[in-house]
């Protein structure tokens, strides 16, 4: 799924370059920034209870305070659960269930939260049998890691795009009124005189086994789905499934009822795409190349 990049050696130092812009950074500042703090559970409890007034479930955890995590274990604060293997034995990433602080007793150091999952008690079920005392909560510190993995992500998209060909063109995040409308897509691909606009997603982190094909609401848009017209292609970060940035998942943006490859309708919106359709590479719809994808009528 990597397009046939070749692998690349990580360079020895680039930090100067990397620290050029933001005079006096250390790479300390670097490193608390861009990696999220890893705390080790203390207790976990998998007894699953309904949490009150809600039709959602939890089991429960606690942590213990130190000097590094002080400053962030706050009530309500928001985690993630990672494997150990990540953590200490260079494992890749992947996110086992949600954690978050509901209590922080200064006295004894520990602070008690909740895990979750979405909201269906059978996927807080299945969480569970993963979650192990031996594995870590992430905490985003400075809330930079989503835009850092939306960065990166679409890195190995132009890069994995331009070594199989294609021209690319990353269209402005925004655009003053005078100069015209927005685009209301990510990048522009070109090849042998074929252009097609592309609009980079991710699957849904709640369950990764859907795509999240959302925009945000406004003229034009009374849903929070995308518009078929808007791009032409899907690209579909499965990052959070897989934990290898380099991995994607490419769709045609049709309605199914006009191509047997295409997307299902929003049910109120059919001019709209589903937000959450189910992501397999493989099953018809989704691909894992941009050349399988792009030939496609």
Not at 159 to 165: T, V
Not at 202 to 225: E, K, M, V
Not at 258 to 286: K, M, S
Request: proline share 6%; with cysteine; glycine share 10%.
């Amino acid at each position: 799924m990597n397009g046939g990049l070749p692998v690349v050696p990580a360079p020895t130092d680039r930090f100067t370059e990397l620290a050029r812009r933001y005079s006096g950074a250390m790479p300390e500042a670097f490193i608390a920034v861009l990696c999220p703090l890893l705390i080790p559970i203390e207790s976990l409890n998998k007894e699953i209870i309904r949490i009150p007034g809600q039709s959602h479930y939890r089991a429960s955890f606690s942590v213990r305070i130190t000097d590094e995590s002080r400053g962030v274990l706050q009530r309500g604060r928001t985690g993630k659960f990672v494997p150990a293997n990540y953590a200490g034995a260079g494992g890749l990433w992947r996110e086992i269930a949600k954690g978050r602080i509901i209590d922080v007793d200064g006295a004894t150091s520990i602070a008690g939260g909740e895990v979750y999952a979405g909201g269906r008690k059978r996927d807080l079920e299945h969480a569970l049998t993963e979650l192990q005392p031996t594995d870590f909560l992430e905490i985003d510190q400075f809330g930079a890691s989503a835009k850092v993995l939306s960065g990166l992500t679409e890195y190995y998209l132009v890069e994995i795009a331009k070594a199989s060909g294609y021209s690319v063109r990353r269209m402005p995040e925004d655009t003053a009124r005078h100069l015209g409308t927005y685009y209301n897509y990510d990048f522009e691909f070109e090849r042998a005189g074929e252009r097609r606009k592309i609009e980079v997603k991710s699957i849904w982190g709640t369950d990764t086994r859907f795509a999240r094909l959302i925009h945000s609401r406004g003229p034009g848009y009374p849903t929070s789905s995308c518009k078929f017209e808007t791009q032409d292609i899907f690209a579909v970060s499965l990052f959070l499934r897989t934990g290898n940035i380099r991995d994607f998942a490419f769709a045609r943006s049709v309605p199914r009822d006009i191509r047997p490859y295409g997307l299902p309708r929003a049910q109120r919106f059919p001019d709209h795409v589903n937000q959450n359709p189910r992501c397999e590479v493989g099953d018809g719809t989704w691909f894992a190349t941009i050349d399988e994808v792009w030939s496609l009528e």
